[in-house]
């Protein structure tokens, strides 16, 4: 009964792909609810985990793969997810390498050219953030400023 719904193979109907775009979405959403943090912030790890789960969902919708085990697939991609959630909140230095950390690329009137550098930001992106985060251009008002780990650029004053 399953198959007459949702289909088997690529060889899908409309109908079909309807179904299975529409269970599909139910399981992502639950995903999502599983895995909130990744699709509220914008890390790194949380982009590669948002990334694989539309990529692997999508061959769910598309008949590209068979439909339960991708959604295995995606639900293993989630618990991944959570568990090296919760070994960075628990072990700091893993937490550093998966997740990384926010480095001070400004200090005390002082741009820091390495920090710069290893981040390619140059001095206009370094204004431009400034116009945006604080509504000026004077850098008379800042103590620091740091790249966070999901490439903004903070700024203390």
Not at 45 to 72: E, H, K, N, Q
Not at 79 to 98: D, E, P
Not at 123 to 139: G, I, P, Q, V, Y
Request: charged share 20%.
């Amino acid at each position: 009964m399953l198959n007459e719904y949702i289909g088997h193979g690529t060889d899908l109907t409309i109908l079909q792909m309807s179904m299975r775009a529409i269970v599909v979405f139910i399981i992502a959403l639950s995903f999502i609810r599983l895995g909130r943090r990744a699709f509220g912030m914008g890390s790194s790890f949380d982009t590669v985990i948002g990334i694989l789960l539309g990529s692997i969902l999508s061959r769910a919708v598309v008949g590209a793969s068979p439909f339960v085990p991708t959604i295995i697939a995606a639900f293993i991609i989630v618990i991944i997810h959570k568990l090296l959630a919760w070994l960075s909140v628990h072990f700091r230095m893993f937490g550093k390498i998966v997740k990384g950390e926010a480095i001070l690329i400004y200090k005390d009137g002082k741009l820091i050219e390495q920090s710069l550098a290893k981040f390619f930001i140059t001095e206009n992106d370094f204004k431009e953030s400034l116009r945006h985060a604080c509504n000026t251009t004077d850098t008379g008002d800042i103590k620091e400023a740091y790249i966070e780990r999901d490439g903004r650029i903070s700024f203390i004053r």
